[in-house]
């Protein structure tokens, strides 16, 4: 069935230093693609995402890359701080469902 | 996110209870799901409903049941038969941008 695979499951980063996150997803009709960020205890709170029609979106420290014929989507932070420590989920949609397919995690710590 | 109310915060379930957990959204959006989480988990889709008075199941349906009467209100039931219940619970809702905005979520716990 569609999934969508996200790697790594765990990523530790010495502050300052960049992070990157890769999901690949398996339907080539999706054309969404959010990243979520959750902190313990709290919801996922969506902090960027990039539709089909797009190659790359950038806010601030954080973007978004897409290659639709690889069918692979990665978030790249750049300058991390201590408080970007937290859970990172990918997402795609899936026509067929009408919903979004959730990756499994990355949990990203940074160390000051 | 502000538009999305989950309740209660936490919820306390004896064995063989029916217990329902709130999820109302003034945003109006037509689209609502419901997510269970376990510790150190990624979330996994228990029922959607793309409009009122219709719903889906997802890929963990079984021991839940919901309902959707008003547009605002998605509530999901964890009955009896749901013999391992203790997660979190995360209420999503989506507008016609699909962009999926959740709820404070609801921590059930097993007495």
């Known amino acids: 069935g569609e999934n969508v695979e996200q790697h790594p499951s765990t990523l530790s980063v010495q502050e300052g230093d960049s992070a990157v996150i890769k999901c690949t997803y398996s339907?080539?009709?999706?054309?969404?693609f959010p990243w979520y960020k959750q902190e313990l205890g709290k919801r996922p709170q969506l902090i960027i995402d990039?539709?089909?029609?797009?190659g790359e979106k950038k806010d601030q420290r954080i973007a978004v890359t897409l290659n639709k014929t690889a069918k692979h989507f990665s978030l790249h932070i750049t300058e991390t701080q201590p408080e970007d420590s937290a859970v990172y989920f990918c997402?795609?949609?899936?026509?067929?469902?009408?919903?979004?397919?959730f990756g499994k995690g990355t949990k990203l710590s940074v160390k000051p | 996110d502000g538009g999305i109310t989950q309740s209660p915060k936490y919820l306390f379930r004896k064995e063989g209870q029916n217990v329902t957990l709130s999820c109302e959204q003034n945003?109006?959006?037509?689209?609502m799901y419901w997510y269970r989480q376990d510790p150190g988990q990624g979330l996994r889709l228990i029922y959607y409903?793309?409009?009122?008075?219709?719903?889906q199941k997802g890929d963990i349906a079984e021991g839940y049941s919901v309902s959707r009467e008003k547009k605002e209100s998605f509530p999901l039931t964890v009955t009896s038969a749901q013999k391992n219940p203790t997660a979190f619970y995360l209420c999503?809702?989506?507008?016609?941008?699909?962009?999926?905005?959740f709820g404070p979520g609801t921590r059930l716990l097993v007495l």
């Open positions: 945003l109006n959006h037509d689209a």
């Open positions: 999503a809702s989506t507008g016609v941008a699909e962009t999926q905005y």
């Open positions: 990039i539709r089909s029609n797009v």
């Open positions: 997402a795609a949609t899936y026509r067929s469902q009408g919903n979004l397919i």
């Open positions: 409903s793309q409009i009122v008075n219709d719903f």
């Open positions: 339907d080539s009709a999706s054309n969404y």
